[in-house]
Structures are given as structure tokens and as C-alpha cells.
């Protein structure tokens, strides 16, 4: 007998060769209800084996379908037939091109820790490679995108607002192509990297200044505003930088030095937002974004609350604000 749990049959009853009124009790099942386990099964195989990517044995062959994978941004297939060539064929005529192709291939796929680890490496096998620059330029690039999930690379996220360690580390990349490969034909698109990584370690400076504000602890704001100017001039942060010194003059009570930054925020940024028609400082800027903090004063902080939001004019003197470009081109 079969288990109760067997789906319904048809059953059909056929008389038995013996003599008697024995009749043997014989199950078809109905094959509409295995049909579609049938078809499932078979589609799930042909996609197996449509999907089975073709082997390669020679190194030629190995690079040319990496190169075709990679034209069509099938970077994981390019990723897996690139380390096959190093691993068969070290010393191959493909083997120093296919390893730059590799650190843009895992550059390309989200994986900036590998490339990297393949730019370091390749840079350290082949310091006199004719193409060693895209390797160093690479490293800033990844350098800059290490720490990026996947929503920042898709969405508009700050991310001054962020650890400056990678971007600190990429700028210090490009630096060091510049430096050894000046007449590069990655060397112009570093400098503009540059130009915003320094504009971005700028704007991190003043997050943590606006941060201290909110702390009290204006010596430390004060600081924060000097290293700026020291650091990243001509930077969209300047203004902002001066305006933050002398606020925190302002609140420590050092009148002179407040208005001796003030006369340079006057002298050089005129239409600061934080300056009246006169060129006085409105030491009540740095609250709720600007806005007038009257509400909060009638209503106690009922309805609306006092918030130190500090300085941010990147909207006025910084035309880059944006997101910045990460494409990459592959080595030549």
C-alpha cells in the first residue's frame, strides 16, 4: 500500500489470471499533477547549463573573454578569468596588463579593499612599469571609496560629515602621483580630485567646529577655524572658518580678536549671510540655520526650540556642490 499522503489517482480494477472473484488493485496516477515539477526540473537544468561559462585553457583565450566581460560589465566573470591568468600564467606575455585590468575590475565592482590590495602589489612588482601611474592613481581613487556602503554610492549623502581617514589617504595617493608622475595622463584628473578631497577636508573642519558650538567649547571651535585657514586656503571653507573664529572671539569675550577676524570676513566676503547692511556680526546666525530665534523666546521653546546649526554657506561659495564623480577609465 501506498502512503496516505500520496496525491489522488485514478484507480482502475483488472481481473487477475487466477480463478476466483481476486481482483488486484493496481494505482495510476494522474500525470497532470506531476507535469509541473516535471517542467520546473527541466527549465532549472537548461538555465544551469545555459549559464555554465565556457572553459578557457590558454592564456590568449583567458584575456580576450576577460576583455569582452569587462566591456560588458560583467565584472565578477572578468574578476574570476583575470585571476585564473596570474594564478596559470604569471610570467605571460598578458600577465602585467591583465593585473591592471584586475584593480579596475574590482574597482568597478565595489570592492575597493581589492583593488587596492592588487594596486599595492602591482606597484611593488613592477615599480618601472610604463603604466605603474594608473596603478598609484588608482589607489586614490579606491582610497576615496573604500568606506562607502552601497547607499552612499547611490544616494546624495554628506559625506564631510564623515571620517575624513579615507579621504585623507586618497589625497595622499594622488600627492604621490603627482609627485613621481607628474606629465601623467592621469595627472590633470587628480588635481581635480584633489581640489575636492581638499575642499572636503575643509568642510570637515567646520562640521566639527559647528559640533564644539554645541558643546561650549568654543577654544576648540576657535582652533578648528584657524587649522583652516592654515591648511586648506582658497577653499569654499574660508568664509565659513572666519565666521566661526570670530563667534567663538565673541563668546569668550576677546572683543579685539573678534573684530580683527571680522574685518577680514568684511574685507574678502562682503555678502556673508552672517553680516547686517552695516557689516555687523550677527552673533545669532549660528542658531536654527539663520532664522530669527523670536518664536522660541515668546513660547519658551514650546513651539520652537533653539538649535545651533553653526555655519554652512557651501550653497554660496562653493560651485562644486555636489556629488563627486567616481568613473574611472581603464588602463591604456
Known amino acids: ?16 489470471p487466477q480463478k476466483g472473484p481476486l481482483f488486484i488493485e493496481i494505482r495510476v496516477y494522474n500525470p497532470m499533477r506531476v507535469l509541473p515539477c516535471l517542467m520546473l526540473s527541466t527549465l532549472v537544468l537548461l538555465t544551469a547549463c545555459s549559464s555554465k561559462e565556457p572553459e578557457y585553457t590558454t592564456e590568449a583565450d583567458l ?5 569582452q566581460q569587462l566591456e560588458r560589465s560583467q565584472w565578477e566573470s572578468a574578476i574570476r578569468n583575470l585571476n585564473s591568468l596570474e594564478e596559470n600564467f604569471p610570467f605571460g606575455t598578458y600577465a602585467e596588463q591583465a593585473q591592471l585590468e584586475l584593480i579596475y575590475a574590482q574597482y568597478s565592482s565595489g570592492e575597493p579593499d581589492a583593488a587596492i590590495a592588487t594596486a599595492n602589489r602591482f606597484i611593488r612588482l613592477h615599480p618601472q612599469h610604463r603604466n605603474v601611474d594608473y596603478a598609484y592613481y588608482m589607489l586614490g581613487m579606491s582610497s576615496f571609496t573604500k568606506d562607502k556602503g552601497m547607499f552612499e554610492r547611490v544616494m546624495p549623502v554628506d559625506t564631510s560629515k564623515r571620517d575624513p581617514g579615507a579621504a585623507r589617504e586618497s589625497l595622499a595617493n594622488f600627492t604621490q602621483l603627482l609627485n613621481r608622475f607628474p606629465d601623467s595622463s592621469y595627472a590633470a584628473d ?9 575642499n572636503h577636508l ?13 558643546r561650549g567649547a568654543y577654544l576648540a571651535a576657535v582652533a578648528r577655524g584657524r587649522y583652516v585657514l592654515e591648511n586648506f586656503p582658497q577653499t569654499p571653507a574660508i568664509p565659513d572658518a572666519l565666521a566661526v573664529m570670530v563667534q567663538g572671539y565673541y563668546l569668550m569675550k576677546m572683543d579685539s580678536q573678534a573684530e580683527e577676524m571680522l574685518e577680514i570676513l568684511k574685507l574678502n566676503y562682503a555678502d556673508y549671510p552672517a553680516l547686517d ?3 555687523r556680526f550677527d552673533q545669532e546666525y549660528m542658531y536654527n540655520n539663520g532664522r530669527s530665534r ?17 555655519f554652512d554657506t557651501r550653497a554660496l561659495y562653493d560651485p562644486q556642490f555636489k556629488r563627486p564623480d567616481t568613473s574611472v577609465a581603464r588602463a591604456n
Open 1 to 16: 500500500m501506498l502512503p496516505d499522503w500520496y496525491p489522488p489517482s485514478s484507480v482502475f480494477k483488472y481481473p487477475a
Open 63 to 67: 584575456y580576450n573573454a576577460a576583455e
Open 190 to 198: 587628480a588635481k581635480k580630485r584633489m581640489l575636492h578631497l581638499r
Open 202 to 214: 575643509a568642510r570637515y573642519e567646520i562640521h566639527v567646529a559647528n559640533y564644539y558650538f554645541k
Open 277 to 279: 547692511n552695516n557689516g
Open 294 to 310: 523670536w518664536l522660541a523666546y515668546l513660547t519658551l521653546g514650546l513651539f520652537s526650540k533653539d538649535d545651533i546649526t553653526g
